[in-house]
């Protein structure tokens, strides 16, 4: 059975930084690719960065320059880390697991101005 285990969410001041975890169950994880989305309040699902197996990234243009993803194979973790934070990157934001289609169960970003 799937799994998949977020964590990091929280509030922080703009600029400030947080970095988001997603750890994933299985032994498929090295060969799939893995991506964080955000959906806030009314607002449509979006992808914010995504990775593949090979590690090729790519991000939503409102995040470049200020986000990073990584992974981690030895530990079936996806990472996002996030600076210079924005009051609009306040949403919930979604691991997505490409080899399984399946959603993690979101974690909570709050960015106060």
């Not at 009314?42 to 995504?50: F, H, I, M, N, T």
């Not at 996030?82 to 997505?96: G, R, V």
Request: charge should be positive; include cysteine.
């Amino acid at each position: 059975q799937v799994q998949l285990v977020e964590s990091g969410g929280g509030l922080v001041q703009a600029g400030g930084s947080l970095r988001l975890s997603c750890a994933a169950s299985g032994t498929m994880f090295a060969i799939s690719g893995m991506g964080w989305y955000r959906q806030a309040p009314g607002k449509q699902r979006e992808l914010v960065a995504a990775i593949t197996s090979a590690g090729s990234t790519n991000y939503a243009d409102s995040v470049k320059g200020r986000f990073t993803i990584s992974r981690d194979n030895a530990k079936n973790t996806v990472y996002l880390q996030m600076n210079s934070l924005k009051p609009e990157d306040t949403a919930l934001y979604y691991c997505y697991y490409n080899l399984y289609n399946y959603w993690g169960q979101g974690t909570q970003v709050t960015v106060s101005s």
